[in-house]
């Protein structure tokens, strides 16, 4: 069994790392065994009881209320307790989580990766053990994760954001003026977090080239948002032929286009375009997300209940307070269509270190329309079909991830009590006593 906490030093992680590399070379794959467990798997509205669970490497290999035979496994006694599939924010932004907009203009970039380090170390201390995110410059960082140089989840990378001219993301100031008429980039397309492109020409290249550095999906913004300062919450953004050829291009590497996009006629031309994701979609009608359910769209949606935040300016809020009073509304439409498959994330981007350290309490929020199973399938399983739409761009096509099931990874967590009663026993990270990532122990409290 391999141990990795998050507070360990650089050198001692270099160390494990050249450990665990030699003994694989000579040594069969590493044997778990978790007894005594009560197994909540995603796929079954109850948990499995008195179950055992065999994880060999990186994969679960058998999960069976019968004793398990092994011969040399590292055997951990659950208690009792509750094993769960670890959880999954399907909206991030690991590049931004806690650095300011200004900070990122104005700062060495290596200070804002320092800053990015730090906060994916505490994502993955809470028990969130893969994230989808959804723009941003995090491609080193991603490989960082994966090569072990830096504990964090696992990362499914979107690449910088695609947007247009005066869309969301276009933060420039008044006086910068479009670089086909200045010549000048734009400084947050510089810096690698975003690509101000129109036209189809210019999309094509924007996408092929977020897909030659990693990419597993493509985001473009396909409609107003709350935080940009330029573009009206309700406007449509890019036409049906610039998307088409941005969800044609991903298809071509065998994935898909995720869009940042709220409302309803946008939301159904991107779809038309053959866009599978819906990045946001608080205002949106039943119409709309019964089609979404017919076609097999996604809808990746997030609690906003909180309806102002302090970094912002009045027309900033005022959006956002919109966006807020349609949160209620999607949600509880959606409970009402079984064949939607939605997942939950948070959207942090420039937020305090206490904004982002209540990252999982957020789930609570959902306790307004949902009970805590369905909340818990959001914030795993539901993921799984999503992130097998990467296809050939999935970064970790060896098994699914989000369930506990014969062949997935392992990635899982201990928790005191029922959280299938009691969202607490996730939500409060004292009752995450074992949090694992590929099989790894990165947390234990036991």
Not at 84 to 94: A, K, N, S, V, W
Not at 270 to 285: N, P, S, Y
Not at 382 to 401: C, H, K, Q, R, V
Not at 413 to 433: K, Y
């Amino acid at each position: 069994m391999q141990i990795r906490y998050g507070t360990m030093s650089g050198l001692c992680a270099l160390l494990l790392a050249v450990q665990v590399g030699s003994a694989g070379a000579q040594d069969a794959a590493p044997q778990t065994l978790s007894t005594n467990v009560h197994v909540f798997d995603r796929v079954n509205e109850a948990r499995i009881e008195n179950a055992n669970v065999l994880i060999e490497g990186n994969l679960i290999q058998t999960i069976s209320t019968d004793p398990i035979e092994t011969d040399g496994a590292t055997v951990i006694d659950g208690g009792g307790r509750t094993l769960m599939p670890g959880l999954i924010d399907t909206h991030t932004h690991l590049s931004i989580v806690t650095a300011p907009l200004a900070a990122i203009l104005s700062s060495d970039p290596s200070y804002i990766t320092v800053r990015s380090v730090r906060d994916a170390e505490e994502m993955l201390m809470r028990g969130v053990t893969t994230v989808r995110d959804m723009g941003g410059n995090i491609f080193g960082l991603k490989r960082a994760i994966d090569e072990n140089v830096v504990p964090g989840p696992r990362v499914y990378p979107a690449g910088r954001f695609i947007t247009q001219t005066s869309g969301h993301f276009d933060f420039r100031r008044p006086n910068d003026t479009n670089r086909t008429f200045s010549g000048i980039q734009p400084k947050l397309d510089r810096l690698e977090y975003a690509f101000m492109v129109d036209g189809v020409p210019q999309l094509l290249s924007a996408t092929r080239e977020n897909l030659r550095l990693g990419a597993s999906q493509i985001k473009i913004a396909a409609g107003g948002g709350y935080a940009s300062p330029a573009d009206p919450l309700l406007s449509n953004q890019y036409t049906f032929e610039e998307m088409k050829a941005v969800a044609d291009a991903a298809s071509d590497f065998g994935t898909y286009v995720t869009a940042h996009v709220y409302h309803p006629e946008a939301v159904n031309r991107a779809i038309d375009a053959g866009i599978k994701d819906v990045g946001h979609g608080q205002l949106l009608d039943r119409a709309t997300l019964e089609r979404m359910a017919a076609e097999g769209v996604h809808l990746s949606t997030q609690p906003f209940t909180v309806c102002s935040e302090p970094q912002l300016d009045a027309f900033s809020n005022a959006k956002l307070a919109e966006v807020c009073a349609g949160t209620a509304r999607v949600y509880q439409m959606s409970k009402e269509i079984p064949d939607l498959v939605v997942t939950w994330g948070t959207d942090l981007f420039n937020v305090s270190a206490d904004d982002a350290a209540g990252q999982v309490k957020q789930l609570e929020r959902l306790l307004e329309w949902f009970e805590p199973v369905e909340i818990l399938k959001q914030a795993t399983g539901n993921a799984t079909s999503l992130f097998a739409m990467s296809g050939d761009m999935n970064p970790y096509p060896e098994g699914p991830i989000g369930r506990i099931e014969a062949g997935a990874y392992a990635d899982m967590l201990l928790v005191d009590g029922n959280p299938l009663e009691d969202l607490g026993a996730v939500t409060d990270s004292d009752n995450i006593r074992i949090i694992m990532k590929d099989g790894v122990i990165y947390k234990d409290t036991l």
